[in-house]
Every structure is written in C-alpha cells, then in structure tokens.
C-alpha cells in the first residue's frame, strides 16, 4: 500500500517537476507529421532536367515558398526543449553573442536554399552568451515558441528565449 501511494505522489508530482526541466527534442519533432514538402514535386523527373531548364527553375522557387511557408508543430508552443545545432550569430554586444540562428545540420542557410521556417530556430538570449562563430555546435535550451521572423539567413518558424547554452561535444569521441 505505502508503494501504491509513493507511486501515485510521482506521478502527480511529475508534471510540477517537468516544468523546471528541458526535455530533449529532436528537429523532427518541430515538423507537424501530416507536412508532406515533397508531394507537390513526385510528379517531376529532377535527376533528367539541367539547372537551367525552366521546369527546374520553377520547381526551386516553388519549393523555396513552400520551405518559408513550412508550418510548425503546435504542441510545441512553450516547451521547455533542449536541443542540439549549429549556430549563425545574428546580434553581437562585443564578442559575446545574444541573438543567433539554431538549425539542425552544418552549413543551413550559408548555402542556398535554406531549410524550411519549421527547422530554423531564432534564439534570443537576455544576457550576452559567450563567443560564437557560424556554424559552432551547441545544446541549446530554453522556452520555444512559434513566431516567424525574417533573417538575412532565412525564415525561422520558431523563437527560442535561451536559458541554457553549452558547446556540443561528440559522445563519439569521448
């Protein structure tokens, strides 16, 4: 009986427990799983066409707005999330860094075209953080929220108040 009730006060006692912590997320989990970006392209043979044919051409633009249009996850809304990527610095005080761009792999939105708005994170720190260069690896966590915003590197579907930032470490190579 005294098990059944320790048992019972976790479970009750968790949500309240869940609130001061951040649940590790995965970048797929900000896509709404009924999103399909490739359905609209099945229909055309891309691996026959040269970048300059006009189909091609049309089919890159389209994806593009449909990349900014990407929709995000609802349920994300105001989850305290940890989650790994690759920062690009947006707004420097000194050396230190307070706003910057989380995304998932090496290399988005330095290269064209970036991922879609619901695998960009815009992440806006209070206090300045330490010293970032484009494409460092970091855990970031923090409240999200879904809040488009316009950068010069891409659409960001998602906002994220950081709380915590630490360099990402390889467990491969420990």
């Given at each position: 009986m005294r098990r059944l009730l320790v048992a019972l006060l976790l479970c009750i006692a968790s949500p309240f427990q869940a609130a001061d912590t951040y649940r590790e997320?995965?970048?797929?989990?900000?896509?709404?799983?009924?999103?399909?970006?490739?359905?609209?392209?099945?229909?055309?043979?891309?691996?026959?066409?040269k970048d300059s044919d006009p189909r091609a051409m049309a089919a890159l633009q389209r994806m593009k707005e449909l990349w900014e249009q990407a929709p995000t996850e609802p349920s994300m809304a105001g989850r305290k999330v940890r989650l790994p990527g690759f920062v690009i610095p947006?707004?420097?005080k000194g050396e230190e860094v307070v706003e910057f761009l989380l995304v998932p792999y090496f290399g988005a939105c330095?290269?064209?075209?970036?991922?879609?708005?619901?695998?960009i994170i815009h992440a806006v720190s209070a206090k300045p953080r330490g010293k970032m260069r484009s494409m460092?690896?970091?855990?970031?966590?923090?409240?999200?929220?879904?809040?488009?915003?316009?950068?010069?590197?891409?659409?960001?579907?998602?906002?994220?108040r950081?709380?915590?930032?630490?360099r990402y470490e390889d467990p491969l190579k420990k």
């Open positions: 997320t995965a970048w797929e989990e900000l896509i709404p799983k009924d999103w399909d970006p490739a359905k609209e392209f099945r229909s055309l043979d891309l691996a026959n066409m947006l707004e420097r330095i290269h064209t075209p970036p991922p879609p708005a619901n695998q460092d690896a970091f855990w970031v966590s923090g409240t999200l929220e879904i809040k488009r915003s316009e950068t010069a590197w891409g659409r960001a579907g998602y906002r994220l950081v709380e915590q930032l630490q």
